[in-house]
């Protein structure tokens, strides 16, 4: 005998299903594409140095130029989200990416490279914003927490992959970097056509006044025994003003600064992984990539299952003096010992672990009728952040070495600690109806 929904479950309540996987499945493509767009920057720079010339500055622009762009992505994309609707950006988006991919292809001056990545750059931003919401808000609340947070898994995985066509095209010559940019429009476009026909939100119809169509929605994607759970559909401001008013101000501070202090030292150290590990007395081969690159993907994966079992809070603030001490620890072991290997080994791995809460906490803490405003604002922040320590990296190398650089990095990871003391909400186990009256547990 097949078991059936009890009548009239809330959206929020009932099991996955097919449909869930599907969003699932679109979102995390987003994820897997900018891992990889991030991911192969590193192995195109080493031919680009010596093939344009690249100065410190250049080479910096060009290594944070995504980054710069995911910053205006999220920034506007996401905003711009929460009047017209996520399945409009959730479609263009991915227009953008491909676009731009095929044209890195062309570049012939840093000029053109830089601003062909911001773009880039850009699409992923929109994209960030409105794909974690489109999830959040079609998710149970039961299985949030791992949706959410396999997006770090699947951003792992392009990264990784990334790691894997890098290694390949470098033999095929001079000129490999560009099929190598190029490359990543091969995912996008996929996903761009996968797209077509997506529904919007229900939740955001909802808020619009626009209830027989949430509910048309609703219907289509669960059957008719789902209902939406009781939304309100009044609209409250959704000017940028609003993060910023006494009501939200503690979360948009909190989802803004945590991100930013665990993405600054994940992206400054990996898209320089090669100049980085040649100054620690460490040759990059195969084998090391190898080895990083499972210490990423088993890391993400173990993320997985301690989002969905411990509070987020704890998760967070553990990680983070987890992640100081070890990359403080590094600062001051001499070049090419063991112990080097091993402190590179647990900072790997946690990183890669807790980098699922940013799919997890930004979503959970904003109401719906600002929830991608709030997701965008979050992650343009972390992007701006970790575009400028990524750019700056070079010369932090060149004038205070990698001790000064490492422990820079430390601090940032300390700074994220307290902030997540301060003002980290616990948002396991909390209906998105219920969202806006999440406090952080230390007020002032």
């Not at 711009?80 to 731009?100: C, E, M, N, P, Y």
């Not at 609340?141 to 770090?152: A, D, N």
């Not at 996929?190 to 997506?198: C, D, E, F, V």
């Not at 609003?242 to 400054?268: D, E, H, K, M, Q």
Request: aromatic letters at 12%; hydrophobic letters at 50%; a positive charge.
């Amino acid at each position: 005998m097949t078991s059936r929904l009890p009548r009239q479950v809330r959206m929020d309540d009932i099991p996955l299903n097919a449909f869930h996987f599907k969003m699932a499945g679109l979102t995390f493509g987003a994820h897997l594409t900018d891992g990889y767009v991030l991911g192969v920057i590193g192995f195109a720079l080493a031919q680009l140095k010596p093939q344009m010339g690249l100065t410190p500055f250049w080479e910096g622009m060009i290594g944070s130029s995504a980054l710069i762009g995911l910053f205006l992505g999220s920034l506007v994309l996401g905003w711009v989200s929460d009047h017209i609707g996520r399945q409009k950006i959730f479609s263009f988006s991915f227009v953008i990416i491909t676009l731009a991919s095929v044209m890195q292809f062309f570049a012939t001056t840093p000029e053109q490279l830089f601003w062909l990545r911001v773009l880039v750059g850009i699409g992923l931003g929109g994209d960030y914003a409105v794909g974690h919401t489109m999830l959040a808000e079609f998710a149970p609340r039961k299985h949030r927490g791992i949706l959410l947070g396999s997006f770090s898994v699947i951003w792992t995985l392009g990264y990784v992959a990334a790691g894997f066509a890098g290694h390949f095209l470098a033999d095929l010559g001079p000129e490999s970097w560009r099929w190598l940019l190029a490359s990543s429009a091969v995912p996008a476009l996929l996903i761009m056509l996968l797209r077509i026909g997506t529904p919007e939100s229900p939740r955001w119809l909802m808020r619009k006044g626009r209830i027989a169509e949430a509910h048309l929605v609703v219907l289509r994607c669960f059957g008719p025994q789902v209902i939406l759970n009781d939304e309100i559909p009044v609209e409250t401001a959704r000017h940028m003003h609003t993060l910023f008013s006494p009501r939200y101000w503690r979360r948009t501070a909190f989802n803004s600064l945590f991100f930013v202090c665990l993405v600054i030292p994940y992206f400054a150290i990996y898209t320089f992984l090669p100049s980085i590990l040649t100054t620690l007395g460490q040759s990059q081969s195969f084998a090391t990539d190898l080895l990083l690159n499972g210490l990423l993907m088993v890391g993400a994966v173990m993320g997985i299952a301690l989002t969905q079992w411990l509070p987020r809070r704890r998760f967070l603030i553990g990680a983070f003096w987890v992640l100081a001490a070890s990359l403080g620890a590094l600062a001051f072991v001499p070049p090419g010992q063991g112990t080097m290997l091993v402190l590179f080994a647990v900072f790997t791995l946690t990183i890669s672990a807790v980098s699922n809460l940013v799919g997890v906490f930004p979503a959970e803490s904003f109401p719906t009728d600002i929830r991608s405003l709030g997701v965008g604002f979050a992650t343009s922040m972390s992007r701006l952040g970790s575009a400028i320590g990524t750019a700056l990296l070079p010369l932090s190398m060149l004038s205070l070495g990698l001790q000064g650089t490492m422990l820079i990095l430390t601090g940032v990871l300390v700074l994220g600690a307290v902030v997540s003391i301060l003002w980290a909400p616990e948002t396991k186990d909390m209906t998105l109806v219920g969202a806006s009256s999440v406090k952080p547990l230390i007020a002032h």
